[in-house]
């Protein structure tokens, strides 16, 4: 069973930064995060091949959020610039997708077998 740990949420003001880690317990493929507002289903954000081989960003953050590793820690980051309130939410750390490519799963919550706890961004207008 994999255990993962998010930090780094907080609040920040609109255009803002804040950068949130992931650390697993032990190495996975694939690692992701994905963001979940009250009444709204979970949304991928980003995900990556651990071995570097490919970082995948969902639409809503391309430009803004970029996907950083540290193989040796079994660390993934996620630095969010220029944020917007309409990216409040929960972040969730992600890992192990089934059956699914680290690409399709950014799509497919349900293909991951292990999520970390969460860690709140709030973000003011």
């Known amino acids: 069973q994999v255990q993962l740990v998010e930090s780094g949420g907080g609040s920040a003001q609109a255009g803002g930064s804040l950068k949130l880690s992931c650390v697993a317990s032990?190495?996975?493929?694939?690692m992701a995060w994905f963001r979940q507002t009250p009444g709204k289903r979970r949304e991928g954000v980003a995900s990556?091949?651990?071995?570097?081989?490919?970082?995948y960003y969902a639409d809503l953050v391309k430009g803004r959020f970029t996907i950083s590793q540290d193989k040796d820690k079994n660390a993934l980051y996620l630095q969010l610039n220029n944020l917007k309130p309409e990216d409040t939410a929960m972040y969730y750390c992600?890992?192990?997708?089934?059956?699914?490519?680290?690409?399709?799963?950014?799509?497919?919550?349900?293909?991951?077998?292990?999520w970390g706890q969460g860690t709140q961004v709030t973000v003011s207008a």
């Open positions: 992600a890992a192990g997708p089934k059956a699914l490519s680290c690409r399709s799963a950014l799509e497919a919550d349900f293909d991951f077998r292990y």
């Open positions: 990556a091949y651990t071995d570097g081989t490919g970082i």
């Open positions: 032990e190495y996975t493929m694939c």
